[in-house]
């Protein structure tokens, strides 16, 4: 059974095209949103950002996450 998938395909545009910056979760430094997916989850589909930052930390977090970090930044 093959599931459907709801994953923008690569080099299509979305919303916008410039990188758009956060803060590292592990050291807080400037941080580029390198990705978005779409991840099915038990309580439906759930956006997720991969995030790169300068000191080469790579993470794969939900937006809600994301937007929690942004705000808690001074
Ligand atoms: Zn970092």
Redesign the pocket.
């Known amino acids: 059974m093959t599931a459907p998938r709801n994953v923008v395909p690569a080099g299509t545009t979305v919303g916008t095209t410039l990188p758009e910056l956060t803060s590292?979760?592990?050291?807080?430094?400037t941080?580029e949103i390198t990705r978005r997916d779409v991840l099915e989850s038990t309580d439906g589909p759930i956006e997720h950002v991969g995030v790169r930052?300068?000191?080469?930390?790579v993470f794969l977090m939900p937006t809600f996450l994301l937007d929690r970090l942004v705000q808690s930044q001074p």
Do not use: D, M, S, T
């Open positions: 590292c979760p592990e050291c807080g430094a941080a930052c300068v000191r080469k930390h």
